[in-house]
């Protein structure tokens, strides 16, 4: 197959979810279409049980896991589909940040008893960011959930998205009869447990038929005719490009755990998706058909077996063609480097590839050459943009237990950091090391793995700040002016880049007042 059709028949792309919704669900539904698992529950779910934080067999299970279904890719209608894994827990929520930077398309979660929740805000504030396009699956329709109308209004207004009801919805919770598809005017009426391939929607020509009486009963055909003639109304037709271009989401209504409404959802998918995207970098827009090959990686995964320090670096392709064995130009390091394994990940197993195409996800062996942002060409020098680098919540100090075991910290801190568990800061005029996480749990794998991986013994104290912020000027003087005189305050990135470490929210709004020379940023890219 030519380059342009394999790239065409490409959709890459993450579900997304507060913990619960059904993430882990729907994602089965649809390796169960795709054929690519053959039985309910081969799926494990990636979440972090309650009380489990301090158990450190769960991690590593963890880890386990979120290498097995880093990427899922399956094949639906002649698509191929690579379905990204991202984490549920919200300390590891700057890992799924990364994983949106690798996608072209979201489909977004919501439970639809709980409604908008607290990681649907902010993982909706990222694809906003990045002008993904988002489809939204309300899932529970089983349960008694929100009035739908509500439901809408409440995503809308929370979610900043518009958003256009691609299904509708009869009732909800014990009364759930079915959903009505909008666009291919058809009934699917609701039966728990639907087997994966069966098609059996009932095609609504005209909703004043009695025929739709007798399916659903007077009551509500009467309520559904009402509800669509004003969606129709306020709606009309989905248009594409506005879905493209990240300002409406099309929404469905269903039940996962039932793969009620999944089908729709997926069909709809393959149809409206964006194939993969041009891609901007440091110097110029990469056109996906390009035929010379680009990619960066966006996540690092550590090998499980602590007496072998190699990693896995999950490359996304951007354009041209990889092989096997090929030289290819590292960038940061201006070195070139051949993979003579690279994997593909069609769920479950992992297998050896000669070629990959642009969108697909593909699992480099690394022994230490890689950090989250590398870009890979075939000589060219530049750099992927948009891979960002988000402000961490919480600030401690690395305090080193043991001497003798120094330079097996140091470089266990900053292969840790390369992998994104955690940032590293350096405090200007000292060395004292300050890690910031986004969550506690981050603290415990970092002291595990240090002890684990690199037998150095570390422990962390408490330090006051609550925001990072990376800092610009275009006045040099007064930059080093304000570094020099916030010593307390300030610190280098791993990069060398310089950063404001706040206090409360009134200091940094008072420094911001008093500096308006200097840029405070609350995100930096990692190029
Ligand atoms: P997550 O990955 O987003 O965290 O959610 P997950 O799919 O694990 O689903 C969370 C819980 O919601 C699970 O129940 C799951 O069975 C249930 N669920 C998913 N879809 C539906 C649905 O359409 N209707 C209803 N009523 N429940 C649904 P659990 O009890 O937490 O786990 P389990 O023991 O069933 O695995």
Redesign the pocket.
């Given at each position: 197959m030519s380059n342009e059709k394999e790239i065409s028949r490409r959709r890459t792309f993450a579900i997304i979810?507060h913990?619960?919704?059904?993430?882990?669900?729907?994602t089965e539904k649809f390796l169960l279409f795709g054929g690519a698992i053959q039985t309910a529950g081969a799926v494990k779910?990636n979440?972090i049980k309650k009380h489990a934080t301090s158990d450190f067999m769960e991690i590593e299970r963890q880890r386990g896991i979120s290498v097995a279904t880093s990427v899922m890719t399956f094949e639906y209608r002649n698509f191929l589909i690579n379905l990204l894994d991202t984490p549920?827990h919200k300390d590891f929520a700057e890992d799924t940040y990364r994983t949106l930077t690798a996608v072209d398309s979201v489909v977004l979660?919501i439970d639809s008893v709980n409604g908008v929740e607290e990681q649907t805000r902010r993982l909706m504030e990222v694809c906003r960011m990045r002008n993904t396009p988002v489809i939204v699956f309300i899932?529970?329709?089983?349960?008694d959930g929100k009035n739908r109308f509500d439901l809408l209004e409440e995503i809308e207004k929370e979610l900043k998205i518009q958003l256009h009801p691609m299904t509708w919805p009869i009732n909800s919770g014990k009364d759930f009869k079915g959903v009505y598809n909008l666009d291919a005017k058809s009934l699917v009426l609701f039966t728990a447990n639907t087997k994966a391939t069966e098609d059996d929607s009932i095609v609504i020509e005209d909703l004043n038929d009695d025929f739709l009486n007798d399916k659903v009963g007077n009551n509500d055909a009467n309520i559904l005719r009402e509800d669509v003639e004003l969606i129709d109304g306020v709606y009309g037709k989905l248009n594409t490009e506005d879905y493209l271009s990240g300002s409406v989401a099309p929404v469905f209504f269903g039940?996962?755990?039932?793969n009620f409404g999944v089908k729709e959802l997926l069909d709809t998918f393959i149809k409206i998706a964006p194939e993969p995207l041009d891609r901007e970098t440091s110097k110029r827009v990469v056109k996906v058909e390009e035929p010379k090959l680009s990619g960066f990686v966006f996540k690092i995964h550590a090998n499980l077996d602590p007496r072998h320090r190699d990693r896995i670096a999950f490359l996304r392709v951007c354009s041209g063609k990889f092989e096997r064995n090929k030289y290819y130009h590292h960038v940061r390091l201006d070195k070139d480097f051949r993979f003579s394994n690279p994997y593909s990940f069609m769920a479950r197993s992992k297998d050896i590839i000669e070629d990959a195409y642009p969108g697909d996800v593909i699992g480099l062996f690394d022994t230490g050459n890689f950090k989250i942002g590398d870009t890979l060409t075939e000589g060219e020098d530049f750099y992927f943009t948009g891979i960002p680098s988000f402000s961490p919540e919480i600030f401690k100090e690395l305090v080193n237990k043991d001497p003798m075991k120094t330079k097996q910290l140091e470089k266990g801190i900053t292969q840790l950091t390369d992998e994104g568990v955690a940032q590293l800061f350096t405090q200007f005029g000292g060395n004292k090391k300050i890690i910031g996480c986004v969550g506690e749990l981050q603290f415990e794998v970092i002291q595990y793995r240090l002890l684990n991986e690199y037998g150095a013994a570390c422990e962390f104290r408490v330090l006051p700040f609550y925001k990072a912020c990376w800092l610009t000027s275009n006045n040099q003087k007064k930059l080093d002016e304000f570094l020099r005189f916030k010593q307390q305050n300030s610190a280098e990135d791993k990069d060398g880049n310089p950063v404001y470490l706040a206090q409360s929210e009134w200091f940094l709004n008072t420094e911001i007042t008093n500096n308006p020379d200097i840029v405070f940023h609350f995100t930096s890219e990692i190029h």
């Open positions: 979810s913990p619960d919704a059904g993430k882990t669900t729907l779910s979440k549920g979660v899932n529970k329709m089983d349960r039940s996962a755990i039932n």
